[in-house]
């Protein structure tokens, strides 16, 4: 059994980022670079960050210009107007194993 650290945050602030060319912004969520082909991956590809950073697991990037197109620029206000109403909460739980 490992022993976990854990880290709990509620989000006060939420932005959407988009995906170009197989670059978007992020970080690497579970220290492997996947390809899309291997089991362990959700069946795509990683992305790169513009400083060359691999195994990037932002596959949000990739909707959010679908998303763009159907409501225009206002999605990051209306999300943030739904967090800073208490209409819309996101707590997060982060753990590392020692």
Do not use: W
């Amino acid at each position: 059994m490992h022993d976990r650290e854990s880290y709990s945050a509620v989000l006060t602030s939420l932005a959407f980022t988009s995906a170009e060319n197989d670059l978007a912004p992020g970080f690497n969520l579970d220290n492997r670079v996947s390809t899309g082909k291997d089991y362990l991956s959700c069946g795509k590809a990683d992305f790169v960050d513009s400083e060359g950073n691999t195994g990037i697991d932002n596959r949000l990037a990739a909707l959010i210009p679908v998303v763009r197109a159907q409501f225009g620029d206002a999605v990051d206000g209306l999300v943030q107007g739904a967090i800073n109403d208490g209409e819309l909460v996101i707590l997060t739980e982060m753990g590392a194993r020692r």
